[in-house]
T-cell receptor, first 114, second 114 residues
Framework: DAKTTQPNSMESNEEEPVHLPCNHS???????IHWYRQLPSQGPEYVIH???SNVNNRMASLAIAEDRKSSTLILHRATLRDAAVYYC???????????????FGKGTLLTVNP | KAGVTQTPRYLIKTRGQQVTLSCSPI?????VSWYQQTPGQGLQFLFE???????NKGNFPGRFSGRQFSNSRSEMNVSTLELGDSALYLC?????????????FGQGTRLTVV
């Protein structure tokens, strides 16, 4: 499986944008990039995913580098509720069946200061 | 619509006993995956079921097993419990268990082995 690298921790102030980076230099052309987050004492929560183009949803934006070797999760206005561990995960396109799984790394612990 | 429901939320068992955990996926979802989360190892994939068939299995001993019923509900069983099995066990459901779909996680079952 292709590997992702994320900073161990990041800090942000409330109501400011947050850019969470993820490096995946060994990504294959058919890997999807997923982001999940885990709030304290809860199960992981889906945030966003994409393949090649930038993606937006109500929670966040995903900016994917042109060479796809890195991506950035953007929270436009951080709130205290966004304090969580953020995981960047690659899933091979077309994987389903015998190779479907999410491989979690250590993620980035985001602290949001009031 | 109702989310993923895991029962029980907390469990205390004695070493050597066995335990069964239950997961009810989101209605219509046919893929159910199980993960173990510990402070030392993080989130690790246990197995995935789709339409009552195990499609993928992680690197866990045979003491860890599971099954899925025709209504997509799933159970996982751990036999001959060891202290190291103390963990948060998370269940995730997705529509079809493919790389382009999101997974929805339950709150988890916190298992403590004494």
């Amino acid at each position: 499986d292709a590997k992702t690298t994320q900073p161990n921790s990041m800090e942000s102030n409330e109501e400011e944008p947050v850019h969470l980076p993820c490096n995946h230099s060994t990504i294959s052309g058919t890997d999807y990039i997923h982001w999940y987050r885990q709030l304290p004492s809860q199960g992981p929560e889906y945030v966003i995913h994409g393949l090649t183009s930038n993606v937006n949803n109500r929670m966040a934006s995903l900016a994917i580098a042109e060479d796809r070797k890195s991506s950035t999760l953007i929270l436009h206005r951080a709130t205290l509720r966004d304090a969580a561990v953020y995981y960047c995960i690659l899933t091979p396109r077309g994987s389903g069946g015998s190779n479907y799984k999410l491989t979690f790394g250590k993620g980035t612990l985001l602290t949001v200061n009031p | 619509k109702a989310g993923v429901t895991q029962t029980p939320r907390y469990l205390i068992k004695t070493r050597g006993q066995q335990v069964t955990l239950s997961c009810s996926p989101i209605s219509g979802h046919r893929s159910v995956s199980w993960y173990q989360q510990t402070p030392g190892q993080g989130l690790q994939f246990l197995f995935e079921y789709f339409s009552e068939t195990q499609r993928n299995k992680g690197n866990f001993p045979g003491r860890f097993s599971g099954r899925q019923f025709s209504n997509s509900r799933s159970e996982m069983n751990v036999s001959t419990l060891e202290l190291g099995d103390s963990a948060l066990y998370l269940c995730a459901s997705s529509l079809a268990g493919t790389s382009n779909t999101e997974a929805f996680f339950g709150q988890g079952t916190r298992l403590t082995v004494v």
